[in-house]
C-alpha cells in the first residue's frame, strides 16, 4: 500500500514553461528546441552544463546567466535568462484542481512531500504558489541538497527524509527520465501530462 506520495513542483502544480519558452525561441529565428536546449541542456540527465550546476546549488543564476549567454552567443542566438522568464507568466499557470487533490490527500492520511529540481533565487517566489509548508512534510530541493533529478541519489534521500520504502511510494513528475530513475528504484510512479482528469484518475488507481 502507498503511504507516502512525492510530487515534482513545476509541471505538476504549474505547468511546465518550456513550450513557452521554445516557442518564445521560434519567434526569435531559433530552431525548435533550440532555446530550451541552450537554456536548460538535456533534461534527460545531470551533467555540467550550467543550468543543472544552477539547480545543484554549485554557481549563481547571474554566473549561469553569463555561461548560458555566451552559449547562445556561439550559436547565433542571444539569450538573457532574466529576459526569457521576465517574459513567462506571473504565476507559472497554476494547477489549482492538482493543489486541490493534494489537500485531500493530506486529509486522508497520506505522507507528502516535493522533489524539486529548483534555483535557490526561485525559492520564494514558487512556495509562494501554494501553501507549501502546510501541505508537505519535506521539500527536497535539488539547490539547497546539492543534487537533481534523475541523479537516483536524490530519490534515496528523499525516502530517507520521510522514513519510507520505494514499494510504499508513489512519485509524479512530468519528465520520463525522472519517472524512469524512481522506478528503477522501485517507486512507483506517474508521467504527469496536461491532463488534470487524467492525472487524478491515475493517482485515484494507484491509491485503489
Known amino acids: 500500500m502507498v503511504e507516502t506520495i512525492f510530487f515534482d513542483f513545476g509541471g505538476v502544480f504549474t505547468y511546465s514553461p518550456f513550450t513557452t519558452i521554445d516557442e518564445l525561441g521560434v519567434a526569435r529565428g531559433a530552431a525548435a528546441g ?14 555540467d552544463h550550467p543550468w543543472h550546476q544552477l539547480e545543484r546549488g554549485e554557481i549563481s543564476m547571474e554566473d549561469a546567466r553569463q555561461s548560458i549567454l555566451l552559449r547562445s552567443r556561439d550559436a ?4 538573457d535568462l532574466y529576459e526569457v522568464f521576465g ?3 506571473r504565476d507559472g499557470g497554476v494547477r489549482n484542481r492538482l493543489i486541490e ?7 486522508a492520511g497520506f505522507h507528502l512531500a516535493i522533489i524539486t529540481n529548483n534555483v535557490r533565487e526561485f525559492s520564494d517566489g514558487w512556495r509562494s504558489l ?8 519535506e521539500v527536497i530541493d535539488s539547490s539547497f541538497e546539492g543534487v537533481r533529478k534523475p541523479n537516483p541519489a536524490i530519490f534515496e534521500l528523499a ?5 519510507t520504502r520505494p ?19 522501485g517507486i512507483r510512479s506517474i508521467l504527469v501530462d496536461t491532463d488534470d482528469d ?3 484518475s491515475e493517482i485515484d488507481s494507484c491509491l485503489a
Open 130 to 137: 501554494m501553501p507549501v509548508d502546510e501541505l508537505f512534510e
Open 101 to 107: 487533490k493534494v489537500a485531500s490527500l493530506k486529509e
Open 76 to 79: 547565433g542566438l542571444e539569450i
Open 198 to 200: 487524467r492525472v487524478i
Open 167 to 185: 514499494e510504499s511510494s508513489l512519485f509524479l513528475d512530468d519528465y520520463p527520465s525522472n519517472v524512469a530513475a524512481a522506478e528503477a528504484l
Open 159 to 163: 525516502l530517507q527524509r520521510m522514513n
Open 87 to 89: 517574459a513567462l507568466p
Open 34 to 47: 533550440q532555446f530550451t536546449e541552450i537554456i536548460f541542456g538535456s533534461y534527460h540527465a545531470d551533467d
